[in-house]
T-cell receptor
Framework: DAGVTQSPTHLIKTRGQQVTLRCSPK?????VSWYQQALGQGPQFIFQ???????QRGNFPDRFSGHQFPNYSSELNVNALLLGDSALYLC????FGRGAEKLFFGSGTQLSVL | AQSVTQPDIHITVSEGASLELRCNYS??????LFWYVQSPGQGLQLLLK??????LVQGIKGFEAEFKRSQSSFNLRKPSVHWSDAAEYFC?????????????FGTGTRLKVLA
């Protein structure tokens, strides 16, 4: 049973470019959340997808957008990259309606913006 | 606003010594509380969680945590630390909005273990 998988593991971009990160949830899960973890900080909630819709959003600008596909996998898109977008991006999956069920995290995508 | 505070940025203990990592939260309702561990370059692994009931919860790897409502705390403990416990530890509170949940994390405590 595969856990949460993210791709790519590492990515280097330059300012102003656009990036797409991908996530496949754990088998049996239908909800995907994205978190940004800057160096030396705790993860910060970006947004959550369920039934292909954004259900919650954290305090992130519109440059951050997402998508969920019918197979529950998800993408995180960041436009007009800034140096401050350099971080570890974590995807977490869960089952909707299970309450505060624990999240299963992937190993993350390390994004460096030069 | 909901928040989680981990007052210790770094902690160093000797192998075999006891450990306590502090976590304080601010939340208007009964919180759902979690402790996660992160090794370098890795994702987060759940150590334990508290939803309700017994305020002392047991987790994996010999960790336990105690929920104290009066102190708004959820401190993580381990009686004897192993070198492999060196990692970063995050406390989190689960917040519900319209039936969905998101987690608010603290800034983490980095644990160093001396041989």
């Amino acid at each position: 049973d595969a856990g949460v998988t993210q791709s790519p593991t590492h990515l280097i971009k330059t300012r102003g470019q656009q990036v797409t990160l991908r996530c496949s949830p754990k088998s049996g899960h239908d909800t995907v959340s994205w978190y940004q973890q800057a160096l030396g900080q705790g993860p910060q909630f970006i947004f959550q997808y369920y039934e292909e819709e954004e259900r919650q959003r954290g305090n992130f600008p519109d440059r951050f957008s997402g998508h969920q596909f019918p197979n529950y996998s998800s993408e995180l898109n960041v436009n007009a990259l800034l140096l401050g977008d350099s971080a570890l991006y974590l995807c977490a999956s869960s089952s909707f309606g299970r309450g505060a069920e624990k999240l299963f995290f992937g190993s993350g995508t390390q994004l460096s913006v030069l | 606003a909901q928040s989680v505070t981990q007052p210790d940025i770094h902690i160093t203990v000797s192998e075999g010594a006891s450990l306590e990592l502090r976590c304080n939260y601010s939340y208007g309702a009964t919180p759902y509380l979690f402790w996660y561990v992160q090794s370098p370059g890795q994702g987060l692994q759940l150590l334990l969680k508290y939803f309700s009931g017994d305020t002392l919860v047991q987790g994996i790897k010999g960790f336990e945590a105690e929920f104290k409502r009066s102190q708004s705390s959820f401190n993580l403990r381990k009686p004897s630390v192993h070198w492999s416990d060196a990692a970063e530890y995050f406390c989190a509170v689960g917040r519900t909005t319209s039936g969905t949940y998101k987690y608010i994390f603290g800034t983490g405590t980095r644990l160093k273990v001396l041989a």
